[in-house]
């Protein structure tokens, strides 16, 4: 009775242990990030010009848990910025005028992903790709998808990366976040690319019967996430009709006919007034597993404020 005993107790175990980890789905760990944000304060003394600009993009940095990447435009130049230690430390500058708006962006798998686009015509862009060496993000990137076509629809306001073996899969968001562009990168080939898109998502077009809502909002940054099970996920981050600072979890199908997105749950965040999604937000899946959220302002000057929701 003994040995059945104990592999009755093992087989519990483990079972509790496998629900434990199947609870864990990413609608679930959405669900459950905390709706009062921390605070940190983070300064600057480098040279950054931030007049006909703005922050448009945050992310976690690998170097810490207080340690960030930024992007933003101005009247001059395109640019991302890391914040190490609650100080700036660098200041990259990603393309000049016309290239001078860069969008929402993600760092994910050791990748990081920048849009730049020329806001004045809107007929072009670029899409930068980093691989992160350790700590550090170098100046030039390893990979550049350029775009360019119709107005508003050739643009790169937001951007999502992840790594899939030995590809990386880029999502593309034009003017407002109203087309996604998907695309296939292969990390044996490095160099610029006039590849064009594997996939293409015409929001209006989607059919929404099934989703927990109709709504698809004008999303300022867009962050893609895959499950432990493989399933892929898109957070659509920015802000609604009434304001308030809104992410929007879609799960992403691909088949033979191209990319369906499913919205399963949507959840506003309460913020400083200081910080809001439609400046920059994003989204992250930490080393402990769980989902946090980052935010910023419009503008640094000499300090501001990011918060995180976790």
Known sequence: MIPFLKASALT???????????AQSIPEQFNEIAKSPRTIFYSNALPLNEEGGHLQGVQFHPSGDDS???SGSSSTYAYYLVVIGNQVIQVV??????MKHAGGIQLADGYLAVGI???SAKDKSEVHIYQID??????????????????MRATAGSVGIVREQNELLVAVGDWDSKNLDFYHIDLKAPGSSLITPFATVETKRLPRADWIDDSWHSYQNINLI?????KLYLVGMGVDEKEQNV???????????????????SRTFQSDPAVSFRAGAGIQKAEDGKLR????????????????WE
């Open 12 to 22: 519990f175990t483990f079972l509790c242990l496998t629900f434990e980890v199947a």
């Open 68 to 70: 960030f990447v930024l």
């Open 134 to 151: 350790g700590s550090e993000i170098q100046e030039k990137p390893n990979w550049v998808i350029y775009r360019k076509g119709e107005v």
């Open 293 to 308: 959220v980052i935010s910023c302002g419009n503008h640094i000057g000499k300090g501001a404020i990011l918060q995180i």
């Open 247 to 265: 992410a929007d979890l879609y799960e992403v199908v691909m088949n033979d006919d191209g990319c369906v997105l499913k919205k399963v749950s």
């Open 117 to 119: 686009e020329d806001n």
């Open 93 to 98: 500058e990603l393309g000049q005028k016309p």
């Open 226 to 230: 895959r499950d432990d099970d493989g």
